[in-house]
C-alpha cells in the first residue's frame, strides 16, 4: 500500500515539476565535433578539386601537345607548276587549256597516302600520316600556275615545318602521283617558290578548321581550376548534406 502512494507521490511531483505544455529541454550542441566534421569536408573537397583540376590539366597537355596534334597554326608555302615550253601556236593554246585541268588533276590526291607517308618521313618527328591528312591540303585559286600548301600545326614553326616537308614531298613525287587515264597530259615540273610562312586559314571552305575546342578548353588553367573548384564545393556539400541527414536520425 505504501509503495502505491509512493509512486502516486513521485508521479504527482513530476507532473508539476515538468507540465505536459512545457517544452524539453535541448540537447547540449557537440560544436567540436561539428567543426572537425566540417573540417574534413572541406579537406575531402579541396583535395577533389585538385584531383579534377590535375586531370583536366593533363588531359589537355596530352591532347594538344607534341607532333600527334593536329594544331590551329597555319603555314603556307608556295609551289609553281611549269609546263613544257610549246612547239607552235596550236600546242600553246592547247598547254593554256590544259594547265588548269593539270593543276586539279594533282589538287585531287592531295591527300594521299604516299605522299603523306613520304611528308612524315621528311619530318622524322613521329607525326603520323593520319595527323597530316588533317593538317595539310592544296589550294589553288585560278588564274595563275602558283598552288598553295597548307598545313596545320601547334605553333608556328611546326605549321611551318609541315608545309615544307609537305610541298617538298610533293615536288619529288609529283612524277608518280596521277593516275593512269590523266598520265597522257603534259608533264610540269614543280618549283618550291617560296618556303613556308604564317598564314591565315586556308581559303578553301573544304580545307581543315583547325585544331579541336575541347582541347583547347582542356588545357586552360582557368578552366581547369573553375571545374575543379566546382567538383570541390559539390563533394563538400555533398558530405555536410549526408552528414545532417545523420545528425537527424540518430
Not at 43 to 60: D, H, N, P, T
Not at 150 to 172: H, M, P, S, V
Amino acid at each position: 500500500m505504501c509503495s502505491i502512494q509512493d509512486r502516486e507521490q513521485s508521479e504527482s511531483l513530476r507532473r508539476q515539476r515538468d507540465p505536459p505544455g512545457a517544452a524539453a529541454e535541448p540537447e547540449p550542441i557537440d560544436l567540436l565535433g561539428y567543426l572537425k566534421g566540417l573540417g574534413r569536408h572541406w579537406l575531402a573537397g579541396l583535395i577533389a578539386a585538385i584531383i579534377v583540376a590535375g586531370a583536366f590539366f593533363g588531359l589537355g597537355a596530352v591532347a594538344g601537345s607534341g607532333s600527334q596534334s593536329v594544331g590551329s597554326t597555319w603555314a603556307r608555302a608556295h609551289v609553281m607548276m611549269t609546263l613544257p615550253a610549246p612547239a607552235n601556236q596550236g600546242q600553246a593554246v592547247m598547254l593554256s587549256e590544259a594547265a588548269s585541268r593539270t593543276i586539279n588533276s594533282y589538287l585531287a590526291v592531295q591527300d594521299s597516302d604516299p605522299l603523306l607517308r613520304h611528308t612524315a618521313a621528311r619530318l622524322n618527328d613521329g607525326t603520323t600520316v593520319s595527323v597530316l591528312k588533317a593538317a595539310t591540303s592544296m589550294y589553288w585559286g585560278g588564274g595563275g600556275q602558283v598552288i598553295a600548301f597548307y598545313a596545320l600545326g601547334t605553333d608556328e614553326k611546326q605549321a611551318e615545318q609541315r608545309a615544307n616537308a609537305y610541298a617538298r614531298a610533293f615536288i619529288q613525287d609529283s612524277s608518280g602521283l596521277l593516275p593512269p587515264a590523266v598520265a597522257g597530259t603534259p608533264v610540269p615540273t614543280f618549283t618550291l617558290v617560296q618556303a613556308a610562312f604564317p598564314s591565315p586559314a586556308n581559303p578553301d571552305p573544304l580545307a581543315a578548321a583547325g585544331g579541336s575546342s575541347t582541347s583547347k578548353l582542356l588545357g586552360s588553367p582557368v578552366v581547369d581550376v573553375v571545374a575543379g573548384i566546382v567538383v570541390g564545393l559539390l563533394v563538400m556539400a555533398g558530405l555536410e548534406l549526408r552528414s545532417s541527414r545523420r545528425r537527424l536520425t540518430a
